[in-house]
T-cell receptor
Framework: SQQGEEDPQALSIQEGENATMNCSYK?????LQWYRQNSGRGLVHLIL?????REKHSGRLRVTLDTSKKSSSLLITASRAADTASYFC????????????FGKGTKLTVNP | DAGITQSPRHKVTETGTPVTLRCHQT?????MYWYRQDPGHGLRLIHY???????DKGEVSDGYSVSRSKTEDFLLTLESATSSQTSVYFC??????????????FGPGTRLTVL
């Protein structure tokens, strides 16, 4: 079964609003990553947060990690129509696994 | 795009035929991965490679084999294609080295339809 599960499955907002997506996972991790996928394209790495970090920022992205709850959130501030995409979290197991396990994704639609 | 190409980009084939998908990278990365993406399932790992001739199975490896005879190419073979293998297939590489923490970078994907 998959490690990460995103919530909600789909999210529709207006341009300029903030979008928050959540990810829960089951086992201890080394790090958690977020990826974006535009329709018909490959995944693009957005941001990585290590297990000893609680919050990380990159431009309009803010990621938090709560290892006690085994959860992470991705906040996109001041959303734009170009942010319309699916967003996936991915985790690798503590111990140095070379493999990532991806969740099923949140489909974000930003309406102009 | 991390110098990753996949070929073909689209393929339609018939049940029972063998199919080989190619992933090519230009930046000498050690780790390469094959995933499939299906509605409702996200990305699932099929096989991965950690060096020339070094491969291992992923979550959904049944019906698939891989080969890596040189660093730049990672081949995925469906030995006898079935309709359940209709999917979009993605290749990825993993960044390694100082400052890297297992980030992966993906190719553009191959859409495979098995009739």
């Amino acid at each position: 079964s998959q490690q990460g599960e995103e919530d909600p499955q789909a999210l529709s907002i207006q341009e300029g609003e903030n979008a928050t997506m959540n990810c829960s996972y089951k086992t201890s991790i080394n790090n958690l990553q977020w990826y974006r996928q535009n329709s018909g394209r490959g995944l693009v790495h957005l941001i990585l947060i290590r297990s000893n970090e609680r919050e990380k920022h990159s431009g309009r992205l803010r990621v938090t990690l709560d290892t006690s709850k085994k959860s992470s959130s991705l906040l996109i501030t001041a959303s734009r129509a170009a942010d319309t995409a699916s967003y996936f979290c991915a985790t690798d197991a503590r111990g140095g696994s070379e493999k990532l396990v991806f969740g099923k994704g949140t489909k974000l639609t930003v309406n102009p | 795009d991390a110098g990753i190409t996949q070929s073909p980009r689209h393929k339609v084939t018939e049940t029972g035929t063998p199919v080989t998908l190619r992933c090519h990278q230009t930046e000498n990365h050690r780790y390469m991965y094959w995933y499939r993406q299906d509605p409702g399932h996200g990305l699932r790992l099929i096989h991965y490679s950690y060096g020339v001739k070094d491969t291992d199975k992923g979550e959904v490896s049944d019906g698939y084999s891989v080969s890596r005879s040189k660093t730049e190419d990672f081949l995925l073979t469906l030995e006898s294609a079935t309709s359940s293998q209709t999917s979009v297939y993605f290749c990825a590489i993993r960044e390694t080295g100082t400052g890297s923490y297992n980030e992966q970078f993906f190719g553009p994907g191959t859409r495979l339809t098995v009739l």
